[in-house]
């Protein structure tokens, strides 16, 4: 007997079974998945990044850390 493996889906946190059987797996249903889609179409998840100042003299390591 093989136990099959249940995650939370990512959008409301339902125990989903990873099965062949789930058809919108990682997510519980449908709606769900399109919720999820919908977020990443309008740019609500986002990597945040930190911009670099052209002018800005490169970075000197400290002195500590060159031993």
């Known amino acids: 007997m093989t136990d099959v493996r249940t995650v939370k889906c990512p959008q409301c946190g339902a125990a989903v079974p990873w099965s062949p059987a789930s058809l919108w797996r990682p997510f519980c249903s449908e709606r769900c998945k399109t919720l999820d889609l919908g977020a990443w179409a309008s740019g609500a998840y986002r ?19 060159q031993r």
């Open 47 to 65: 990597v945040p990044v930190v911009e670099k100042d052209d002018d800005a003299p490169p970075d000197v390591p400290d002195a500590d850390t």
